[in-house]
């Protein structure tokens, strides 16, 4: 009851202009220094130490996704996917140390080479206030294809 | 049988030096590609740790053929046409679990887990002449393992997988294994699935192609140099001593060994800094030997192609499910190894998903350069592509294969001397025939 959603949903919403937009260093800077980025292949609760996963990133290893994807030689985002999704479904629980776990729902459609195909899934953010705003310490998206042929999702998802 | 159109001549469409362009583009060839290499030759379906219980089973495909690889009631990995022998309805709806048997909903009959009808629904409308083990689920003429790696042939004679392997391939795929300090694969850590619109036989080819890493994967190698300072652009230039090999029957692979001893590079230099390397060399030497050992390690895995659907490239069994002319799909499977600790495989899994999936930093950029090959074959007024790099220098080694200089195109050639050799057979296999007039007969 006492939460305030319009700066956490504000915050969902900042996050996914960037990723639609490309905007590679604003996403970036969005995250903790012990941050854990985490899509999971095949189910969405699986045991990342024995079982594969489709992103499963600390942040050293998320700087390296944006350097590449900077470059300029990452070929699989050249050309570049057009995108736009909605976040909705916002959930929040607040925990004792003051961080936020948000739940949210998005719908992603990407166009690329003339094809334009759906993304879907569901969204767990750990968000810890930092300053006015807050920043990302966990993330983890669960695909609802995520068991299925995916042909390339080298954007930001 | 649907045989009126003309019979094409491959050995024109694949010559010593070049490919002609509509091998991957001619809806016609590629369906002779399922019936003369998928359906007829020997297919890699599955590894026998995917499926370790009775009932265990997982569906795949063999070419377009619907497949199910179960473990049955007697500890047997059998694999079954995933087809219901009355009305062909598929028995089995889910790509893995465990049942006890295979119940098909249309009318209700029952089948085994080694395929065995067990039950017909309202069967005294059948006459006496119908027999239950007339009717089990069809089984995949021949199922064949080696150390684990299953592959079934939908022809019911032919060479023996161990003549299809050969010797050379036998030892990669030990080498693979035998990374394992109980010379034992763990396939149950999931599967990236990916798809490209384009040939099959570029992913085929392109896992192969020591040539282009230094080109499309120069984002990753950059990644690689700044955290570590290992330079992986060496090992891919014209200077590097790495091979390309032909190991015969199509399967080729690309040979970092000579390079990794000369460098000091590969497996042996992590694990001096990685947590538990140095239990685990002593785990393999007491398990292998010393000798035996330096050479698992220094061979740090494979990266080998067995002809036509199956690589083991990095700690990952890759298998390329083509579907139409220019529609693939790859399907990897990290492998764990039996016998080390949780963080080793973990860090098999972490490397595995820096380069490769859906959003990895490596293997999207080629699925981007097979799409694009895709488009440039619509250019046809020269409809040809070349394999002839380093043809002038290739050599024979000691065990047989031919062997050429990491950027060569030697495993290209090998793959398309195969794909010719299987493509040339007549249109109908003796041995069908054969197999044909056996049923007739029968009845």
Known sequence: MSIDRHPIENFLYREARFMDEHAYDEWLALWTEDALYWVPANEDDIDPQRHVSIVYENKARLEDRIARLKSGAAYAQDPKSRLRRVISNIEIKESENGELTVYSNFNLTALRRSRMETFAGCTIHTLRPEGDSFKIAYKKVMLINNDEVINNMTFLI | ???????????????????????????????????????????????????????????????????????????????????????????????????????????????????????????????????????????????????????????????????????????????????????????TAGVHKYGYRANWKFQVENGMDGYHPNFVHRTFFASVQRKTGANLTDLFSSGSIGQTRDLGHGHVMLDFRAYNKEKGTGLRAVLPTTPGGQAYVDALEKRYGKERSAEILLSGGTHLLVFPNLALIGVQIRVIRPLKVDETEVFLYPTLLKGVPLEMNAARLRGHEAFYGPAGGGATDDLEMFERNQLGLSAQVDPWLLLARGLHKESQDSDGTLVGQMTDEVTQRGIWRQWKKMMSQCEEAPSRQRARSGMQQAR
């Open chain 2, 1 to 187: 049988m649907k045989t009126t159109r003309a019979e094409i001549d491959y050995s024109a469409l694949v010559q010593e030096d070049r490919v002609h362009g509509s091998a991957y583009t001619d809806p016609d060839i590629f369906a002779d590609e399922m019936t003369k290499i998928f359906h007829r030759g020997w297919v890699y379906v599955g590894h026998a740790s995917e499926v370790p219980q009775p009932g265990d089973f997982r569906v795949t495909t063999i070419g377009q053929q619907s497949v199910i690889m179960v473990q049955d009631e007697d500890g047997q990995v059998q694999l079954l046409l995933n087809r219901c022998a009355h009305r062909a309805n598929a028995v089995c709806q889910t790509e893995r679990g465990n049942t006890q048997l295979f119940r098909c909903a249309y009318h209700g009959w029952t089948y085994r887990t080694n395929g065995d009808l067990l039950g017909v629904t309202y069967q005294d409308r059948y006459d006496e002449s119908f027999r239950k083990q007339d009717y089990g689920l069809r089984k995949v003429p021949r199922t064949e393992m080696y150390r684990g790696f299953i592959f079934g042939s939908l022809n019911p004679v032919g060479i023996s997988l161990d003549e299809h392997l050969g010797q050379p391939v036998k030892e990669q795929i030990d080498l693979f294994t035998d990374l394992s300090p109980e010379g034992e694969l763990d396939v």
